[in-house]
């Protein structure tokens, strides 16, 4: 008779979507599975996404989908593969969750939150017999195969076989994700990328007649940098700007911000209409005010008509101010701080691990999810890389383990 081959003992640090998908495919690969967090429940981030109609993936073609990770496209291309948006609806379908297709083309479960596909998830994975350590902080390895944890004020020490490090990165820090980990992974000579916001607002130097506008959405507007524009809608907040057609721009204005001291994007506030057309709209206004005109001729709202009015006083001629309205300059001196961004980027580089997202310096360590270096932006494709390298980390972890046995 042979003997009964031992269990493969892994454990998974952080349970946000990558760790909890790592904890799944680990579990259903025969591993007893333990998931640590440092909070005092799992996934907050994801169930704040939910707020916000958690908007899973994107339905467009994958060579679309993959572009959008920009350089991280090819690093990520084997993971989003594996388990594509397709997959992920299917199995939001298995946890009861179906999903549709919004007009953006975004994918939303129908009941718009996280909640109920968390609690599902949860208990399918007891089901499956994964425990959960909450109150759990990693503080590094204690030697090789062994975790150190913080918990109520005394050191855990966790043996694995295989462990799946999925802490997320550093936005929203309340939420359990502080970018806390990275000394623990520079202790043992990984290097770390820095940890920046991702898809977050920036600054202006408003005058006081801007900040009355704060909190008032710009709808329907173009934003355009560096040769990218997109369509969108952004909101007016105290000190600055923020808002999806914002955070699809906000790698190249954060890095241009930091590079240079400031960034000057181009507001379109009427992107439907051309400027010849606006013009003659303009030119008609008769005896109108410019306040009437901008309101009557231009459909311009209360807000945007004083992002206009903050690049200077409107020009007199409906050529000349047709053009400011379709490309308000607005100077960008700030990003907003990472703890109320989106996301962040930076975090463990892909030339760190090997094609199962194992960390070449640390046998037996395995890495998914934001705390990797891509970004992209909103739109589904944060969530769905998480679930997907979240994945591959752990099919990584179970392919590792079997060649170690059979070592
Ligand atoms: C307001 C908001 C709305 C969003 N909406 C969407 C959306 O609609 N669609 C989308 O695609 N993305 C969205 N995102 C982004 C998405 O939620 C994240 O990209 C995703 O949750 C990251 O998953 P993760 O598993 O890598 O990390 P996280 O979800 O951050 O989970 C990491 C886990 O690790 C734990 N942890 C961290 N450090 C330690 C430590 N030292 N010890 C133990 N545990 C630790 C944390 O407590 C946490 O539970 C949104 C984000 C925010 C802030």
Redesign the pocket.
Known sequence: MSPTPPTLRAVV????????MAAEVLAAAGASVVV????PS?????L??G???????HSEPLDAFMARYGAAAGPLRAALEAFPPERLRAWAQELGEDTFVGSSGRVFPKSFKASPLLRAWLRRLAGAGVEVRLR????GFERPGVLR?EHEGETVLAEADVAVL????A??PR????G??TGALEALGVEIAPLRAANSGFEAPWSPHMAKVAGAPLKNIAVAFDGRRVRGEAIVTASGLEGGAIYALSGALRDAIEGKGSALLHVDLRPDVDAAALAQRLGERGSQSLANALRKAAGLSPAAANLLREAGPPPSDPKALAARIKAVPVRLTGVRPIAR???SAGGVPFGETDAGYMLRKVPGVFV????LDWEAP???????A?FST?FAAAQGAVAYAANIARS
Not at 13 to 20: E, R, S
Not at 378 to 384: A, D
């Open positions: 640090v952080g349970g946000g979507p990558a760790g909890l640590y967090d440092r909070m799992l996934s907050r981030k994801f704040l996404a707020r916000g109609g958690l908007n899973l993936t759990h902080r990693f503080a944890f999925a802490l997320g990165g936005s929203w939420l359990g994700s502080d806390g980990w961004a989106i996301s998914a999810g934001e705390m909103t739109g589904g494709y944060l969530l769905q998480c979240g």
